[in-house]
């Protein structure tokens, strides 16, 4: 098995600092390591487990279980396109359409390049302002076409 | 003196441009040499107008909406800061009709204060609550919730009094308060806007409880998809550590209790307690079977009270108001009120907080102004994803847990999601199930493999209108497994939305009415 990189067993090492004795930690830890790394390392799992007094499948588990944690880099950027009801009943199908012609991926998918990656999001509690999304971080509501056009364009050329 | 400028920092209010507003205001009043003094408030909830700005003129404020940073120029041109007319104009907010027909217990401070400020909050009230609470006994404050009725807020409107009374009365070394702010729902967003806009008003609520059961810890655990309510409850959680009221010897009574703020990672089936607190253990979110209760053994295997936010929101009106004002407003076994919250296709969408026993069809026509399309409703969903989608014939219905049971409805968390009359009712059924099918925990095999071949027949019945009637048969008998065969509300409540659909809208599943009737 490859090991860490020393950026990736250094971000390990503080997130396990601040968390490995407080009880039920296991979730703030991998958040500590995905923030800080944008993913967390397959090889962490045995130190993490061991560190935890967990087996590699539990923690291979819990990784795998929320779709929030990831153990691959993210793209350079991340569009999150709200796919729940009420962003249905104000067009998010259309524009998720819209959104995949323009980035040439499909709704749960990365453009090879590896510049943006697409992703479904279940409600970011915008429910009166649909449709709503996130790019890379930040919150957008009343998203029309033409705007997403625009910020895509934005985030292109930066 | 500096004039007092307003605007909001709820997500709803970021999301279309709240920040680039400020700072173009901030801007102009620099440029011009005037001085403001800009606060950064919560939202009123009238969401359709944020950015909502507000200038404080004569003892009243006065609002503008929804404001565009381009618009703020011309804003100052027109003299909004001492409160000329202009295009944007809404006029004094708190006169507003969205506002005025409001029941607010709850959302009381919202769009007033600065939400973490400690003097506004004591100003509007804040902490009376918890001093009422300080000096009575235990078995008293449960006694209080136990009087004014309250039910819990996530959607299964258990008793909230006789939770706190089972984990008050069970003998533990260690008992804990956790707060279910995984608001998963689509057209939900109340708890998000207690976070953001009155974070000290759930952490009052959770130190009540925690007096109440003799609780020292409490948690709360919030999606990871509301990142502003996660820094903004952190910050609180400090703000009040330093001011006394949490931590040890809580306002010199000798009390302690500590907060902490846990960030889910994305699972809707976390919102459901006991996969709430697997997840808060630091396991997969997987359901547990019940009993034991989570009152019994909860969190770390210790006597737990599980509530959602509005539910512990709900906490400091009651203890500083007396049971009997909350029990005041209400109807039937649903008493006090419910933030209701106005979602999808709908003109005015927001928070409107009523008593239960409005109309939907007063909330969506009323206050909410009819479908933001201008076409004919057709459907509306109430209670989130687990939630049936009810008819215009169906609106009438009051907003109570059991009168809406009657009718086959859920009212869940309170969000109404409006449809107009382009919804395709057979793919909301199909995308119910595709939902269940991403977020079930896989505990119970009628969730797990029910989702999939459930929408593997919906797909069926819309590609294959002459076999529809033996699909929509097949349809009803997996709904059926599903409703009896699954732990928790996501297997079991799945066909809510499905036969809902299928029952109402049977033109859209390809069904004539012999093959409806024969279904």
């Given amino acids: 098995m490859n090991s860490m990189t020393a950026r990736e067993a250094q971000a390990v090492e503080a997130a396990l600092d601040r968390f490995q004795d407080e009880q039920g930690a296991l979730l703030p830890l991998l958040h500590a390591v995905q923030d800080t790394l944008g993913y967390i390392p397959k090889q962490a799992t045995p130190t993490i487990a061991s560190a935890f007094n967990l087996s590699r499948a539990e923690v291979h588990g819990v990784i795998t279980y929320y779709h929030h944690f990831r153990q691959t880099e993210p793209a350079q950027h991340k569009l999150a396109l709200c796919q729940a009801e009420a962003c249905q009943a104000r067009g998010c199908r259309s524009l998720t359409e819209k ?15 590896n510049r943006w990656e697409l992703e479904p999001v279940y409600c970011l509690g915008l429910c009166a302002s649909g449709p709503a999304m996130e790019l890379d971080g930040k919150l957008y509501a009343r998203v029309t076409p033409e705007r997403l056009e625009s910020l895509i364009r934005k985030k292109e050329l930066s | 003196m500096s004039i007092k400028v307003y605007v909001p920092r709820d997500s709803a209010a970021l999301a279309v441009g709240a920040d680039e507003v400020a700072e173009a205001i901030g801007q102009q009043a620099t440029a011009r040499g005037i001085a403001i003094d ?20 004569g003892g009243k404020r006065l609002a503008y909406g929804p404001v565009t940073p381009e618009a703020v120029e011309s804003l100052f041109e027109a003299g909004f800061l001492t409160g000329k007319a202009h295009p944007l104009a809404v006029g004094p907010i708190e006169a507003h009709a969205y506002l005025k027909n409001q029941e607010r217990l709850t959302f009381v401070r919202a769009g007033i204060t600065d939400p973490l400020s400690l003097e506004d909050y004591q100003a509007h009230g804040g902490f009376v609550g918890l001093r009422a609470a300080l000096v009575l006994s235990p078995a008293d404050i449960v006694q209080q919730i136990l009087d004014s009725g309250l039910r819990g807020r996530g959607g299964a409107g258990f008793p909230a009094g006789i939770k706190w009374k089972t984990v008050l009365q069970t003998n533990a070394d260690q008992k804990y308060v956790v707060v279910n702010a995984d608001e998963g729902d689509s057209g939900t967003f109340a708890d998000r806007m207690v976070m953001e806009g009155d974070p000290f008003m759930l952490i009052e609520g959770m130190i009540i409880a925690g007096i109440a059961v003799g609780a020292t810890r409490g948690y709360v655990y919030i999606r990871s998809e509301y990142p502003d309510a996660i820094s903004i409850m ?100 649903s008493r006090g009120t419910l933030p209701f919250q106005l979602a999808g296709n709908i003109r005015h969408g927001g928070l409107v907080e009523k008593a239960f026993g409005v109309t939907a069809r007063q909330l969506i026509e009323d206050f909410g102004g009819g479908t933001e399309s201008g076409r004919p409703l057709r459907a509306v969903q109430i209670g989130g994803p687990l939630g049936a989608y009810l008819p215009d ?127």
């Fill in chain 2, 234 to 333: 952190e910050e609180a959680v400090r703000r009040a550590t330093t001011g006394g009221f949490l931590g040890k010897n809580i306002l010199g009574s000798g009390k302690t209790f500590d907060v902490v703020i846990r960030k889910a990672a994305g699972s809707y089936v976390c919102g459901e307690e006991t996969a709430l607190l697997e997840s808060l253990e630091g396991k997969r979110g997987i359901v547990r079977a019940k009993p034991p209760l989570p009152a019994i053994v909860g969190l770390f295997g210790k006597p737990t009270v599980i509530n959602n936010v509005l539910t512990l929101a709900a906490a400091p009106y009651i203890l500083s108001h007396g049971p009997k004002a909350y029990a005041d407003f209400g109807m039937g076994r």
């Fill in chain 1, 99 to 113: 959104a995949e012609a323009a980035l040439g991926c499909n709704l749960g998918e990365h453009t090879k390049d």
């Fill in chain 2, 393 to 519: 014939s169906l609106l009438d219905t009051p907003m109570d847990y059991e009168a809406l049971a009657a009718k086959g409805g859920v009212l869940g968390h309170g969000g109404l999601v409006v449809f107009d009359d382009t919804v395709d009712m057979a793919e909301q059924a199909r995308y119910a199930m595709e939902f269940c099918a991403i977020e079930s925990c896989g505990k119970c095999t009628p969730c797990r493999i029910g989702s999939t071949r459930g929408e593997e027949v919906i797909q069926h019945i819309q590609t294959k209108p002459a076999e529809a009637g033996a699909h929509a048969k097949l349809l009803r008998d997996l709904c059926n497994t599903m409703v009896n065969g699954s732990l928790c509300a996501m297997g079991s409540m799945t066909p809510y939305p499905v036969l809902s659909a299928l029952d109402h809208f049977p033109e859209d599943f390809n069904l004539t009415a012999e093959t409806h009737k024969a279904a």
């Fill in chain 2, 38 to 57: 800009l606060v950064r408030n919560s939202s009123r909830g009238l969401l359709w107008l944020e950015p909502l700005v507000e200038v404080a003129v």
